[in-house]
């Protein structure tokens, strides 16, 4: 059943993934992958959707949104946090063992989020493709994982945090 229900779905996703993609400013194998997650998930607790192309049209719809919440939120640093105040030798220590830090936080995560936090922060800046060749996963599967990773990481960060 799964098997038919995805080979029937695929081009309806896929078409619905790239009209949803620009508007949102999502990849559109990142929305695909997150829809496919969701459909897994939803196999294992609650079967299939009644009406499989409707839940598809649905999912999409859902995901791009929250991509554009996202994208709204989410703000990069111009410069680090703690390279901020200059770049004197207090500066540079308290950089140095924040980065090991979250190196060693990175080295503590489940399944394959390590090796994928690690080429994500590698000083060499790998592209996408580099890091999904690096890692043999597919390019379209990079934007959910790190996502997953993020919120993992996330959570145990606050975790350590608010145990100190």
Known sequence: MTHELVTALRPLLSAEASAEAHASGAEPGDLEQAVWLRLLERLDTSGPPADPPRWV?????????????????????????????????????????????????????????????????????????EIAGELGISQGSLGPE???CLGCLRRLLTAEVAAR
């Open 57 to 129: 049209r649905r999912a999409v719809r859902s995901e791009a949104r929250r991509s554009r919440r996202t994208a709204r939120v989410e703000r990069p640093y111009a410069t680090e946090p703690a390279e901020d105040g200059g770049s004197g030798p207090e500066q540079r220590a308290m950089a140095a063992d924040r980065r090991r830090e979250l190196h060693e936080a990175v080295r503590r995560l489940p399944g394959r989020c390590p090796g994928l936090m690690a080429a994500l922060l590698s000083p060499r800046d790998l592209t996408y493709q």
């Open 146 to 148: 790190r996502s997953r």
